[in-house]
T-cell receptor
Framework: AQSVTQLDSQVPVFEEAPVELRCNYS??????LFWYVQYPNQGLQLLLK??????LVKGINGFEAEFNKSQTSFHLRKPSVHISDTAEYFC????????????FGTGTKLQVIP | SAVISQKPSRDICQRGTSLTIQCQVD?????MFWYRQQPGQSLTLIAT?????????ESGFVIDKFPISRPNLTFSTLTVSNMSPEDSSIYLC?????????FGSGTRLTVV
């Protein structure tokens, strides 16, 4: 069975500072990895995904994540955050291939402080 | 990516009643997924709906409580039956396009 751990439930950071949201996964097989963002009172939006290939994945809104197989991690980073990045971020994992069940982490609330 | 229209966006319902949530996709998809997000928690998969066959339910979810219809490749409904306050959640539908999952904007259900 697969699982995802997001160690930080809340991350406060000042505007224009860098941020890293941590995600670790557990799986006995190869995985696809995802980061989603949920703005207040909205649905989920895909930020980026890792399927294979380059371990550094670039997504929308200036976010990027790095797949580290040896550490089973997929941390999300942004060099300079904006107020508009305040949201909840979910890391997720699935088995490779289409139409696979996706398992979500518990989420990290990013609070950008002016 | 696909565009998903989900409705209603929110509802307040009396306990013991049922609510049907609709999900319309702007392209044909093989499978549609229904999730629940309880207050302050992450997403939990309820079931997977494949057109032309019965939905597959995850552990802890049953068809009598959450019947699903999938009449064609662009549409699905989820019914929350005999509701209780514990069913107060956000319900989301999702489809997979190019190994990435797109979500509807969700239905925020409050049971009183």
């Amino acid at each position: 069975a697969q699982s995802v751990t997001q160690l930080d439930s809340q991350v406060p950071v000042f505007e224009e500072a860098p941020v890293e949201l941590r995600c670790n996964y557990s799986s006995s097989v190869s995985v696809y990895l995802f980061w989603y963002v949920q703005y207040p009172n909205q649905g989920l939006q895909l930020l980026l995904k890792y399927l294979s290939g380059s371990t550094l994945v670039k997504g929308i809104n200036g976010f990027e994540a790095e797949f580290n197989k040896s550490q089973t991690s997929f941390h999300l980073r942004k060099p300079s955050v904006h107020i508009s990045d305040t949201a909840e971020y979910f890391c997720a994992v699935s088995s490779p291939g289409g139409y696979q069940k996706v398992t979500f982490g518990t989420g990290t609330k990013l609070q950008v402080i002016p | 990516s696909a565009v998903i229209s989900q409705k209603p966006s929110r509802d307040i319902c009396q306990r013991g009643t049922s609510l049907t949530i609709q999900c319309q996709v702007d392209s044909q998809v093989t499978m549609m997924f229904w999730y629940r997000q309880q207050p302050g928690q992450s997403l939990t998969l309820i079931a997977t709906a494949n057109q032309g066959s019965e939905a597959t339910y995850e552990s802890g979810f049953v068809i009598d409580k959450f019947p699903i219809s999938r009449p064609n490749l662009t549409f699905s409904t989820l019914t929350v039956s005999n509701m209780s306050p514990e069913d107060s959640s956000i319900y989301l539908c999702s489809v997979e396009i190019n190994y990435g999952y797109t979500f509807g904007s969700g239905t925020r259900l409050t049971v009183v």
